[in-house]
C-alpha cells in the first residue's frame, strides 16, 4: 500500500499584533468579553503591503527545510485561501515562483476555514494514486483585510498566518482517511457577499450569524468525529492527540468532551492568533510538532469547520 506520510511542517504569523485591550479602543468590547467567549488574546495582522502569498512562502520554506526536500522535488503545490493575493494567477502559483520551482501542478482551493483538511485529502489522492510522490500543502490568510473593523461581533475573532505541511510516498501510514462535506443551504450564515461575479465587490465583508454557526459546529463536528473512527475501526482511545481549527475554544472543548480527551491532548493556539481560517490547523500541528509534543507514530485527527457551510476530518498517523 501506498500512504501519504507528513515529511514536515512549517509555519509564519505576521510580526504585528493586535491585542484585545487594542480592541478595546475599537470597538464597545472588552477583554474579558472576548476571552470569555471565544478564549482569543490576541492576533497577528499583515501590514500594508504585505500579502497571502509572503505568509505563505515562509511557512512553506520551513516546512521544506523540515522534510530536508528541496522544492524542485515537489509533484504539487496546493494553497487553501480564500484570501488569494490576487483573483489571478492563484496564489498557488505566486508561491511556485518565489520557490523557482517550474512546471508541476499549482491550484489554489477555496473552502475557507475547511480548507486545509480539503487540501490534505487532495494531496492524499494524489500520492496514493501514484500521481505525485511530494506534495506542499499550504493553509494562508490575510482574513484581517476581509474584517469590517466596525463591527464587534467579528473583529475580535479573526487573525492572519499561515502553515504549511511537506507530504510524501510511504509504505506505512500515513493518512488514513479523509471525510468531507458541505451544504451550500447555510451559506448566508457565515459570508463573504461581495465579489465580481455578482457585481458587489464593495460588500466584501465577513458576515456571520455567530450563535447559529456555534451550535452547528458542535454537533456537526461531534458527527464527523465518529465518522473518522468508525470507518478506520478505532474507538475513541485510539486518538493522541485533537488538532481542531481554531474558531473558539469552547467549540474545541466540545469536541474534545465528545472524545472523552483531556484537554492536555488536544493542540490549542486560538488564544495566540484567533481564528486564521485554512492557516489554523497547520499552525497548530507545526507548533505541537516542534515544541516535542506530536511524537512519530502517534495518531492525529484534525478537524474543521466554516463557511458554506464547509466542514471535513482527517485521520492520520504521524
Ligand atoms: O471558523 C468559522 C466558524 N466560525 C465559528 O465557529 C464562530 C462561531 N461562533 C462563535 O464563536 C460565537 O457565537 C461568537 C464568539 C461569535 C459569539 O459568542 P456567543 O456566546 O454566541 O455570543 P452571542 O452572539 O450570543 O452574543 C451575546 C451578547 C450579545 O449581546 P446581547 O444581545 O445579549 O445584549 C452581543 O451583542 O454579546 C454581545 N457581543 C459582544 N459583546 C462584547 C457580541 N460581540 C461582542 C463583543 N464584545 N465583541
Not at 487532495?122 to 500520492?127: E, F, G, L, N
Not at 475501526?233 to 472524545?259: M, S
Request: aromatic share 8%; charged share 20%; proline share 3%.
Amino acid at each position: 500500500m501506498r500512504f501519504a506520510r507528513i515529511l514536515g511542517t512549517g509555519s509564519y504569523l505576521p510580526e504585528r499584533v493586535l491585542t484585545n485591550a487594542d480592541l478595546e479602543q475599537l470597538v464597545d468590547t472588552s477583554d474579558a468579553w472576548i476571552r470569555e467567549r471565544t478564549g482569543i488574546e490576541k492576533r497577528h495582522l499583515v501590514s500594508e503591503g504585505e500579502t497571502c502569498c509572503d505568509l505563505a512562502e515562509q511557512a512553506a520554506w520551513r516546512a521544506l527545510a523540515a522534510a530536508k526536500l528541496d522544492p524542485t522535488q515537489l509533484d504539487l503545490i496546493l494553497v487553501a485561501t480564500t484570501t488569494p493575493d490576487q483573483f489571478f494567477p492563484s496564489t498557488a502559483c505566486l508561491l511556485q515562483q518565489r520557490l523557482d520551482v517550474h512546471g508541476c501542478p499549482a491550484f489554489d482551493l477555496q473552502a475557507v476555514c475547511a480548507g486545509f483538511v480539503y487540501a490534505l485529502d487532495i494531496a492524499d489522492k494524489y500520492i496514493r494514486t501514484g500521481a505525485a510522490r511530494y506534495v506542499l500543502v499550504v493553509g494562508a490568510e490575510t482574513i484581517s483585510r476581509l474584517v469590517d473593523w466596525t463591527d464587534r461581533t467579528t473583529c475580535v475573532l479573526f487573525g492572519d498566518g499561515a502553515g504549511a505541511v511537506v507530504l510524501g510516498a510511504s509504505d506505512t501510514p500515513g493518512i488514513l482517511s479523509a471525510h468531507l462535506h458541505a451544504d451550500g443551504g447555510y451559506a448566508s450564515l457565515l459570508q463573504v457577499p461581495g465579489g465580481h461575479g455578482n457585481g458587489q465587490p464593495q460588500r466584501a465583508f465577513i458576515e456571520m450569524r455567530g450563535n447559529e454557526v456555534f451550535r452547528f459546529a458542535v454537533t456537526t463536528l461531534g458527527r464527523i468525529v465518529d465518522e473518522a473512527l468508525d470507518y478506520n475501526g478505532l474507538t475513541k482511545d485510539d486518538i493522541d492527540w485533537l488538532i481542531p481549527h481554531q474558531a473558539n475554544i469552547r467549540i474545541i472543548q466540545a469536541t474534545a468532551r465528545k472524545l472523552d480527551l483531556p484537554m492536555e491532548r488536544v493542540i490549542v493556539t486560538v488564544a495566540e492568533h484567533g481564528n486564521t481560517s485554512s492557516a489554523s490547523i497547520p499552525l497548530a500541528l507545526d507548533q505541537a510538532i516542534r515544541d516535542g509534543r506530536i511524537q512519530r507514530g502517534e495518531t492525529l485527527l484534525m478537524e474543521a469547520f466554516g463557511g458554506g457551510f464547509a466542514w471535513g476530518a482527517v485521520l492520520a498517523r504521524y
